[in-house]
């Protein structure tokens, strides 16, 4: 007995049209990985003392100094800058526990820096350069990566580039 869709069945090669998949999915399964132009995050980019952008280059960015003051040298030419410093006391729970979070914590900075870009209380920056010691980027990096603000604001630019692959 003959279905009386049977006539109309797709052939062999497959249902043409608009499917319920996405067909163009981005490779990139990393929550912070910045994923270009279409991307509306700000693109985030972590760099050491010593591979500091030009002045020239900083025009359109602001810097985040991470457990360092910068020198003249160093906060010249930004849009923005902030200083961090990480809290002393050693964290005995997860990063997001309660009673260990530091109210002043870096993702909140960001938050602010944010924030700040968006009333017009600072420049508006194009990107934000993260300035710490390199064996700092990692740890920075696992502790934005598991705070949902600072995800759903920045983007980590140059994973590849610093010390930031897996």
Same mark, same amino acid.
């Given at each position: 007995?003959?279905?009386?869709?049977?006539?109309?069945?797709?052939?062999?090669?497959?249902?043409?049209?608009? !499917?319920?998949? $996405? %067909?163009? =999915?981005?490779?990139?399964?990393?929550?912070?990985?910045?994923?270009? #132009?279409?991307?509306? *995050?700000?693109?985030?980019?972590?760099?050491?003392?010593?591979?500091?952008?030009?002045?020239?280059?900083?025009?359109?960015?602001?810097?985040?100094?991470?457990?360092?003051?910068?020198?003249?040298?160093?906060?010249?030419?930004?849009?923005?800058?902030?200083?961090?410093? !990480?809290?002393? $006391? %050693?964290? =005995?729970?997860?990063?997001?526990?309660?009673?260990?979070?530091?109210? #002043?914590?870096?993702? *909140?900075?960001?938050?602010?820096?944010?924030?700040?870009?968006?009333?017009?209380?600072?420049?508006?920056?194009?990107?934000?350069?993260?300035?710490?010691?390199?064996?700092?980027?990692?740890?920075?990096?696992?502790?934005?990566?598991?705070?949902?603000?600072?995800?759903?604001?920045?983007?980590?630019?140059?994973?590849?580039?610093?010390?930031?692959?897996?």
């Amino acid at each position: 007995m003959k279905q009386e869709n049977e006539e109309n069945t797709p052939a062999s090669g497959g249902i043409k049209g608009t !499917t319920l998949f $996405q %067909s163009n =999915a981005v490779l990139s399964t990393d929550a912070l990985a910045w994923r270009g #132009a279409s991307d509306t *995050r700000i693109p985030l980019v972590f760099v050491t003392p010593q591979t500091l952008p030009l002045p020239a280059a900083r025009t359109q960015s602001a810097a985040l100094f991470i457990n360092m003051a910068p020198v003249p040298a160093m906060a010249q030419g930004w849009l923005a800058v902030k200083e961090w410093h !990480t809290p002393t $006391q %050693s964290v =005995a729970h997860e990063p997001a526990c309660v009673c260990c979070v530091n109210p #002043a914590g870096v993702g *909140r900075v960001l938050a602010s820096l944010a924030q700040e870009r968006a009333r017009g209380v600072c420049e508006f920056f194009t990107n934000l350069y993260v300035v710490c010691a390199a064996s700092l980027m990692e740890d920075v990096r696992k502790t934005l990566e598991k705070d949902n603000i600072s995800n759903s604001l920045y983007g980590i630019k140059n994973k590849k580039n610093n010390l930031l692959c897996y």
